[in-house]
């Protein structure tokens, strides 16, 4: 049952990646106003490390012999993260992938717990280290939105 847990986790993980991945683009795409320029490039570095987490964690649900989910269907049933949706402004932009990052932080918190559980240390370890990225994003997008 605990090996369960943490090959859900994964593909958990695997799918808001995904979908996180495409909103970045979105985001990216579709950014507008005055801070065009540093938004641009902030999601784009964003969507390439998305890319990077993706592979990490469906080669690491590979290796402990389990199957990461591979379709989009998939990704959006099993994500928490929601697709991209309507015109935003570059403020709600910021806003929306900052609430993503607080909701995948708290998700990775107990995703941790359950491969300690399990005695996965390498897979809590790579979850450690991506908590430690979005946090720091969040972060850093929660500067840039303060007034």
Known sequence: MAQANVTEALNRQVSNWNVLFVKLHNYHWFVKGPHFFTLHEKFEELYNEAAGHIDELAERQLTIGGAPLATMR??????????????????????????????????????????????????????????????????????????
């Open 74 to 147: 998939e990704f959006l049933e099993a994500a928490t993260i929601k697709e991209a949706e309507g015109e935003k402004s570059a403020e709600e932009m910021v806003q929306d992938l900052s609430s993503d990052f607080e909701k995948l932080s708290a998700e990775l918190g107990k995703d941790i717990e359950a491969c300690e559980e399990a005695g996965d240390d390498a897979t809590a370890d790579m979850f450690i280290a991506i908590r430690q990225s979005v946090e720091k994003h969040n972060w850093m997008l929660k500067a840039f939105s303060s007034k």
